[in-house]
């Protein structure tokens, strides 16, 4: 597509449910990247992918999280057992390769976690 | 691992005035340098980026930024700001991935 495309904008839940967030990359780009904006801060890494594989998971904040990417495009985020500190922005980038630096970013999801 | 670290988590100047953001940066190696730009309600957008082919670095929107080995820094200006330019700015490093500064958010004044 023509960019990064994230689905959905907005995720209000109750406290212990699963969530599930969507990246659509941009078509090409082999690198895609999940951050976490929590209201007033900055950028909290999580997860990137090179293809399908995620050579650096070390941001993903506890076990309820977790990611995937199937055929070098599309990417879930999935969230377990939701907690309210779990309420953010979660934002998703691509770019080319990694660590080539330029990312493309989607406008992200909010989630809310009541 | 390579950082950055933003001084200065807001910033408020008059409309005309120049308009300065600090960002330093921790790295062993030259580091590829990025500021970032994310407007109320939108998503972040480069602003301009450091490869070391030049140590002024011109980006979108009249800013620049200077990379200064001497100093770790890579400081943000823009000679005369917009009110259009009230945003939050992210200076960033490129690792395996972007590792973001907290953010400095630009307040313009009229």
């Known amino acids: 597509g023509a960019g990064v495309s994230q689905s959905p904008s907005n995720k209000v839940t109750e406290k212990g449910k699963d969530v599930e967030l969507r990246c659509d990359p941009i078509s090409g780009h082999t690198a895609l990247y999940w951050y976490r904006q929590r209201l007033g801060q900055g950028l909290e890494f999580l997860i990137y992918?090179?293809?399908?594989?995620?050579?650096?998971k070390s941001g993903l904040p506890s076990d309820r999280f977790s990611a995937e990417r199937t055929g070098e495009s599309v990417s879930t985020l999935t969230i377990q057992r939701t907690q309210q500190e779990d309420s953010a922005v979660y934002l998703c980038?691509?770019?080319?390769?990694?660590?080539?630096?330029?990312?493309?970013f989607g406008e992200g999801s909010r989630l809310t976690v009541l | 691992a390579q950082s950055v670290t933003q001084l200065g988590s807001h910033v408020s100047v008059s409309e005309g005035a120049l308009v300065l953001l600090r960002c330093n940066y921790s790295?062993?190696?030259?580091?590829?340098l990025f500021w970032y730009v994310q407007y109320p309600n939108q998503g972040l957008q480069l602003l301009l980026k450091y490869t070391s082919a030049a140590t002024l670095v011109k980006g979108i929107n009249g800013f620049e930024a200077e990379f200064k080995k001497s100093e770790t820094s890579f400081h943000l200006t823009k000679p005369s700001a917009h009110m259009s330019d009230a945003a939050e700015y992210f200076c960033a490093v490129s690792d395996r991935f972007m590792r973001f500064g907290a953010g400095t958010r630009l307040t313009v004044k009229p």
């Open positions: 980038a691509s770019s080319k390769i990694a660590g080539d630096g330029e990312l493309f």
């Open positions: 790295s062993s190696v030259p580091p590829y």
């Open positions: 992918f090179q293809g399908n594989s995620a050579p650096d």
